[in-house]
């Protein structure tokens, strides 16, 4: 979710920046609520259950995409998929480039021996560089936002009338590695929801999620449980409307960055260096675990990669910091 979220920006700049270009987005059905909006920004949802599905479903999907007449094809995925579908539209003559998504670099970043702990390139500035090589340069130095979404009263009469300044904690990720301590994140909540010019949105997804966030509302008044409560495209319409968001290294910090939203990011295994930093966000908005205490962080790109030792790195990280930031964004 966060890959995708993350070429939004670039897609956005992009037609503003080249009017007459029109843009087919590819990909799950899922996703095609971040692209809505955008002009000259079509999406083609990709059946990979049925007829996508296998090599002889890509073949379909080729067959399917050249009916669009297709000039140029930006692989921003990269994956063996893609790889297949760009290979065909290389063989029928059209003009392709793919992002490099800088798998030896992030390598040396996480390695345990021999680490070269520096910046690799950012995965939007990759995005950049696959459309140059297209012959489409684009400028993200002042990136343009959708407008904040009204509000409909099937939403408010969950949220209410905003009359305070919102915060949206989404509190999980994809792996334990990135999860911040929930007794931690208790603390966070529980001191942010003292104050009533606050109200807090608790994002997630599933019955096992739900059922903590129940437990993280910890019955405040001014602290609101979401997942399951709306729909995803309605989701990202309170997002829109939020003042900050805390999130994870996860989908939720690239979803509302692309929304504009301010976001504060928590970093346990991973880190910022890989690439993977909320677009447009200042570089101290991602609070990362001690590596004075913890030196070989991070261990791991995506937050799969476990090391004896490491399972508690997020504890470096007090709740108080976490409240101060979010009280100075």
Known sequence: MGDVAMTVPVLRALVLQYPDVKITVVSRPFFQPFFDGIPNVNFFGVDLNKRHKGFLGLLRLFSDLRKLDIHFVADLHNVLRSKVIRTLFTLSGKKVAATDKGRTEKKALVSLTNKVFTPVKPMVDRHLDTFKQLGFSVDLMNPKFPEKVNLSEEIISITENKNQNWIGIAPFAQYESKVYPLDLM????????????????????????????????????????????????????????????????????????????????????????AGFKPFNQPDDFCITSDRNKFPLLPTSIYGNKKVEGYEDVMRTISPETIVEKIKKS
């Open 186 to 273: 208790q603390e966070v909540i529980d001191e942010l929801a003292e104050n009533k010019s606050y109200k807090i949105f608790l994002f997630g997804g599933g019955d096992n999620e739900i059922q903590l966030l129940n437990q993280l509302q910890n019955q405040h008044d001014n602290v609101i449980v979401l997942a399951g409560k709306l729909q995803f495209k309605q989701e990202l319409e309170v997002i829109s409307n939020l003042d900050v968001m805390l999130s994870m290294d996860s989908g939720n910090s690239h979803i509302a960055a692309m929304l504009g939203v301010k976001v504060i990011t928590l970093w346990g295994a991973t880190h910022p260096f």
